[in-house]
Antibody, heavy 117, light 110 residues
Framework: QLVESGGGVVQPGRSLRLSCAASGFTFSTFGMHWVRQAPGKGLEWVAVIWFDASKKYHADSVKGRFTISRDNSKNTLYLEMNSLRVEDTAVYYC????????????WGQGTLVTVSS | QSVLTQPPSMSAAPGQKVTVSCSGSSSKIGNSYVSWYQQFPGTAPKLLIYENNKRPSGIPDRFSGSKSGTSATLGITGLQTGDEADYYCGTWDNSLSVWVFGGGTRLTVL
């Protein structure tokens, strides 16, 4: 099970940190992703982190502003979001990487981030 | 504009069959597994098909997947009104080290 938290309303240019608490599986052995969905739009991949945090990749749309990280001792995934823009408004989902970037399962329920002045 | 191309919408009658296409390129789909996700309004996506054509436990065999070259297809037979949802394909782009999704297909069962 994955449970996201940390969403809310934030002004443009400010920062926010999302968390994703994992349970029911050996978190430290799986890569993890963040995926977002703007209102009324499709899914957009945001970032991935390897099981041991040895590698991280971010989408071009967030590169340099967002950072994915994890704490395996706490079974928790994070997304640090800086310099937020109105277009970052979306529901943010965390998802477990399976088959080494083969598929996502399970997904969290999502947390809404609204960037607005 | 999504990197993987899906029809924005499709419709079919209950009991019929529908195929949803997902078109990419050699670096996207061509060299990686494709997975499919089902999403109902207001809920998180759910895995439907993985490794091109495998179904997770609990997914009915009415759902099937296939891949040929740089295209993939999701098939749904015996359509039910409960299948009305958005469907997304996705794959890992090994050359760019990014995951890519299709734009999604809204299925209407009327």
């Amino acid at each position: 099970q994955l449970v996201e938290s940390g969403g809310g309303v934030v002004q443009p240019g400010r920062s926010l940190r999302l968390s994703c608490a994992a349970s029911g599986f050996t978190f430290s052995t799986f890569g993890m992703h963040w995926v977002r969905q703007a209102p009324g739009k499709g899914l957009e991949w945001v970032a991935v982190i390897w099981f041991d945090a040895s590698k991280k990749y971010h989408a071009d749309s967030v590169k340099g502003r967002f950072t994915i990280s994890r704490d395996n001792s706490k079974n928790t995934l994070y997304l640090e979001m800086n310099s937020l823009r109105v277009e970052d408004t979306a529901v943010y989902y965390c998802a477990t990487d399976r088959g080494k970037r083969g598929w996502f399962d399970p997904w969290g329920q999502g947390t809404l981030v609204t960037v607005s002045s | 504009q999504s990197v993987l191309t899906q029809p924005p919408s499709m419709s079919a009658a209950p009991g019929q069959k529908v195929t949803v296409s997902c078109s990419g390129s050699s670096s996207k789909i061509g060299n990686s597994y494709v997975s499919w996700y089902q999403q109902f309004p207001g809920t998180a996506p759910k895995l439907l098909i993985y490794e091109n054509n495998k179904r997770p436990s609990g997914i009915p065999d009415r759902f099937s997947g296939s891949k040929s070259g740089t295209s993939a297809t999701l098939g749904i037979t015996g359509l039910q009104t409960g299948d009305e949802a958005d469907y997304y394909c996705g794959t890992w782009d090994n050359s760019l080290s990014v995951w890519v999704f299709g734009g999604g297909t809204r299925l209407t069962v009327l």
